[in-house]
Structures are given as C-alpha cells and as structure tokens.
C-alpha cells in the first residue's frame, strides 16, 4: 500500500515571494505518477502538475514547478511569484501505472498568500 | 473541457434517511470514483467504477454502496445517515483504467447529517 505524507498542515507566503510545499510517499513500485491539487475555497480540484517517476527532469508549469527526488521518495512543489489567487489547499498525490490504478492523497496543506 | 457535476452543493438531512448523492460526466469517461473529504484526514477513497455495472470498495466502503446503470452517472447511497457521515464528498472521473493523467473533479457536495 502506498502513504502520502504532507507534514506541514498550514503555510504562509507574501504576494510576489517564492513558497515550497513539502511531499513525501512512500512505495514499493518502481513506476508511479505523483500530482499536485490545488483546492481553492469554490472547492473545485484542480490539477496543478504531474510528474513521471521515470523521467528524471523536474516538471515545470509557468510558476510552478517540482523538486522530485526518487531516491528520497519526496516530491515538493515551488511556487514562485505568490499571487492573491493561490490561497488554497494543495493536495499531493500518488498513483502507480498499470490497470486499474487510483490516487492516493496526502492531508494536504493550508497555503495563505498575504497582500 | 469534462465536466463533472455533483447534482447538490449542500445537503442537510435527518440520522436514519437514506441519502443519494449524484455525480455526472460528459465526456464518456470509462472510471468514475467517490472520496470523502474531512479535515486533517486528505481525501479518502469510498467506491470505484470503472465501467457500467461495475464497482469496487475503495478504502472506507462501509456505511455506503453505490450504483452505476448508466456511463456518465455514478450515483453514492447513504443506506441510513448518520452524523458521521457528516462531511464533504467529492465525485471525479478519469477517461480509461490507464489513463494517468489523474482525475477530473466536481464540485463537491458537503452533507450535513443532524
């Protein structure tokens, strides 16, 4: 069985600095696919990025990006140039390849972007 | 873009009725799939689906059933409410079994079960 842990339950950010949200799982399958969900107070998840545990380049999307480290079974998302609109909860999650498979949450954690 | 539509953003009902909460895809998407949602627990899976007719027990079944007579509706049965069933249920859907590309969510339905 696969774990997701975000130990951090709450951050806080200024507008316009740069935050780091903390993911660790822990797995016995070689191949996976690990995701960052934001869900913003309209309670809409949203998929933020994706990564492929066999690619070893960190996926980047605009001012999101991730420091995936397989050895260490952590997967944290950076987020550059907070903005107002990022006040959310971010959800780190893990699936692995193959049939039939599902995603498996971490607890995810409380962002608040102050003005 | 898919849509996925819970049919209630709010509901507020009695211990002992039963309860159905309803979820809708437009994109013919083969797997559909329920999570409750609780504070400092994450999102925890409640059933799957990955075709009509077909369901699986995710991590937290008891309690609930569900159904799936048609493609784009996947359909949570509360048998017999009770107050911690109280929570927020989210309802999301995936194209096929191999598709990792993660999920497509609605809106959520929070349950207020009194």
């Known amino acids: 069985a696969q774990t997701v842990t975000q130990s951090q339950p709450e951050m806080s950010v200024q507008e316009a600095e740069t935050v780091t949200l903390s993911c660790t799982y822990d797995?016995?399958?070689?191949?996976?696919?690990l995701f960052w969900y934001k869900q913003p107070p309209s309670r809409q998840m949203i998929l933020v990025i994706r990564q492929e545990a066999y690619k070893q380049q960190n996926a980047t999307e605009n001012r999101f990006s991730v420091n995936f480290q397989k050895a260490a079974k952590s997967f944290s998302l950076k987020i550059s140039d907070s903005q107002l609109g990022d006040t959310a909860m971010y959800f780190c999650a893990f699936m692995p390849t193959g049939a039939n498979s599902k995603l498996t949450f971490g607890k995810g954690i409380t962002l608040s972007v102050r003005p | 873009d898919v849509k996925v539509t819970q049919s209630s953003r709010y509901l507020v009902k009695r211990t002992g009725e039963k309860v159905f909460l309803e979820c809708v895809q437009d994109m013919d998407h083969e797997n559909m799939f329920w999570y409750r949602q609780d504070p400092g627990l994450g999102l925890r899976l409640i059933y799957f689906s990955y075709d009509v007719k077909m369901k699986e027990k995710g991590d937290i079944p008891e309690g609930y059933s569900v159904s799936r007579e048609k493609k784009e509706r996947f359909s949570l049965i509360l048998e017999s409410a009770s107050t911690n069933q109280t929570s927020m249920y989210l309802c999301?859907?995936?194209?096929?079994?191999?598709?990792?590309?993660?999920?497509?969510f609605g809106s959520g339905t929070r349950l207020t079960v009194v």
């Open positions: 999301a859907s995936r194209r096929d079994r191999v598709a990792n590309y993660g999920y497509t």
């Open positions: 797995t016995s399958e070689s191949n996976y696919y």
